[in-house]
């Protein structure tokens, strides 16, 4: 089993910034890519980037390449999502996962979500 809890999420004004945390725990959570997603209200949940454990594996959506960075620290389990140049667009419920891939159903385990709102 795996265990995802997100931190991190919050109220900010364009242009912002805001991290966002993701402290995994469990036997196996290390042989898995964790992956970022969001849902904002009314869409489907769509990818946000990945990383594997090993540094590599990162992947960004056209959307927020440029903007958003992925990272991790292996001493404390934790995997960041650090989010600059925030638009209301971003608005998000944000989950991380544990899985493979770019889709939603590639993964198999995932955090309660971190809601992230932005301001005009």
């Known amino acids: 089993q795996v265990q995802l809890v997100e931190s991190g999420g919050g109220l900010v004004q364009a242009g912002g910034s805001l991290r966002v945390s993701c402290a995994a725990s469990?036997?196996?959570?290390?042989?898995?890519?964790m992956g970022w997603f969001r849902q904002a209200p009314g869409k489907e949940r769509e990818f946000v980037a990945t990383?594997?454990?090993?540094?590599?594996?990162?992947y960004y959506a056209d959307s927020v390449k440029g903007r958003f960075t992925v990272s991790l620290d292996n001493a404390k389990n934790t995997v960041f999502l650090q989010m600059n140049s925030l638009k209301p667009e971003d608005t998000a419920v944000y989950y991380c996962a544990a899985g493979a891939g770019t889709r939603p159903n590639g993964y198999y385990y995932w955090g309660q979500g971190t809601q992230v709102t932005v301001s005009s």
């Open positions: 990383i594997s454990w090993s540094g590599g594996n990162i």
């Open positions: 469990g036997r196996t959570f290390s042989y898995y890519t």
